[in-house]
């Protein structure tokens, strides 16, 4: 029996506000168009089981490419079991008699019009359960007030609740089958496999199998998973061809290393690849300006959640200040930025002022000069592209930095770390 209204619930797939959870093996982009192709592949399957009217309740900024054939209304209300209700009531205004409505979301693009395929004669409502705890479909012959609203959502619990909800109305229930929304990327890629053609399943596999930023592979890093770093298959100088996993753990907070670092900085301070910010805080914290620069977008976000300041910026873009920095800090290897640790001590030369110093954490090889390319590889099977890479020592850095107009003027070891401050000798 095909229902007369078929209602699809989707939220504008804009970067940052949809599929959050497929961060950050997935940039905001990447999950935005993932999200987008869900969208597209679930009312091609709406679309094609023949409904009289099919709507998509949408929520957020309008796109351009929703099908002609489909009416858009707004979502309404705060929670998202009221909008659901409300999604229902709307649904249902002006229908007089049986109007068997039945709504779906926008997390399972696998879906086909088969699973829709329900026999309404006996039956009340519909539900449609997923494999995480929620529901993926639920549906209503009539409409039947406060069915929804009051159930807690986005919960494992959420699907067995809202069936106990049905029930305690006294309404007999039809059950589809159980589908596996897409939340996160172990979803995203086992739905790519159910639906082998589907939109989604086309960009996954395009995604997947092209290099992606690295910055994207650091954020995962940031976040706990597991990153393995690669160097290029010929690399200069002595590395071995698979490193130790990315360890993001020091990047969070000060060690006795670091506080040495922070005491030797002469303000402002600008902190070259800052990461997720500590240096930039422990600054801020002693009253000393500094401004943190990095690739990684949530690196610097992070940055700013602990009340500091960082700018998304490449070393070698327009920076603010230029030639007014009193102190360059390199941490945490971040000489090796470009792979060519002479253009970048050069660079560091424009942003400081004459006799101000660079802050340079090296390897704890004095005469390492390593040049390479590294990719990062994520746990999902993502891989970054290839960056060129430089490791150095003390010694090399030295000998570095006096073309490019520095003096050494301290090193030090501390805790298996190895640092040298250079002055601009202008």
């Not at 971040?334 to 942003?351: K, V, Y």
């Not at 004459?354 to 746990?379: N, W």
Request: overall charge neutral; proline content about 7%.
């Amino acid at each position: 029996m095909i229902p007369e209204t078929v209602v699809v619930v989707a939220k504008s797939p804009q970067p940052g506000r949809v599929k959050t959870r497929l961060q950050p093996t997935f940039s905001a982009a990447e999950s935005a168009a993932l999200a987008a192709a869900a969208i597209r592949d679930t009312l091609d399957a709406a679309m094609e089981i023949g409904a009289r009217r099919v709507i998509v309740a949408w929520d957020g900024p309008p796109v351009g490419w929703l099908p002609s054939g489909v009416s858009v209304v707004p979502q309404r209300g705060s929670g998202l079991d009221e909008r659901l209700e409300n999604v229902f009531a709307d649904a249902f205004d002006g229908q007089r008699g049986n109007a068997p409505t039945i709504l779906v979301g926008m997390d399972t693009p696998q879906l086909q019009p088969a699973d829709l395929d329900v026999d309404w004669r006996g039956v009340d409502a519909v539900f449609g359960p997923a494999a995480d705890g929620g529901y993926w479909a639920i549906g209503f012959r009539r409409h039947i007030a406060s069915a929804i609203r009051g159930v807690p959502m986005s919960l494992p619990t959420t699907g067995d609740q809202q069936r106990r909800r049905l029930q305690a109305l006294g309404l007999s229930v039809g059950i589809l089958s159980t589908l596996r929304d897409v939340d996160d990327p172990a979803d995203a890629s086992e739905v790519a496999v159910l639906a082998p053609h589907s939109r989604f399943a086309r960009l996954h596999r395009r995604l997947m199998e092209s290099p992606c930023c690295p910055e994207t592979l650091v954020d995962a890093a940031l976040a706990g998973a597991a990153v393995e770093v690669r160097t290029a298959d010929h690399p200069t100088g002595e590395l071995p061809t698979t490193m130790p996993l990315l360890d993001a753990s020091p990047w969070l907070k000060l060690d006795a290393a670091d506080d040495l670092v922070v005491a030797r900085c002469e303000g402002p301070v600008l902190d070259v690849g800052c990461g997720p910010g500590r240096f930039v805080e422990a600054l801020a914290c002693r009253g000393v300006p500094a401004l943190g620069v990095d690739l990684s977008r949530s690196a610097v976000a992070r940055t700013r959640r602990r009340g500091a300041s960082a700018l998304v910026r490449d070393v070698h873009d327009r920076l603010p200040a230029e030639g007014r920095w009193r102190t360059v800090l390199l941490a945490d290897g971040n000489i090796g930025i470009g792979g060519d640790p002479l253009s970048l001590l050069r660079r560091c030369r424009e942003l400081l002022r004459p006799g101000a110093v660079a802050l340079v954490e090296t390897s704890v090889q004095p005469r390492q000069d390593t040049r390479t390319k590294i990719t990062l590889h994520g746990p999902s099977g993502r891989r970054s592209h290839a960056v060129p890479w430089a490791i150095v020592g003390a010694e090399t850095l030295i000998q570095l930095a006096a073309i490019a107009g520095f003096v050494a003027v301290e090193d030090w070891r501390v805790a298996e770390r190895a640092f040298v401050l250079l002055r601009h000798a202008g």
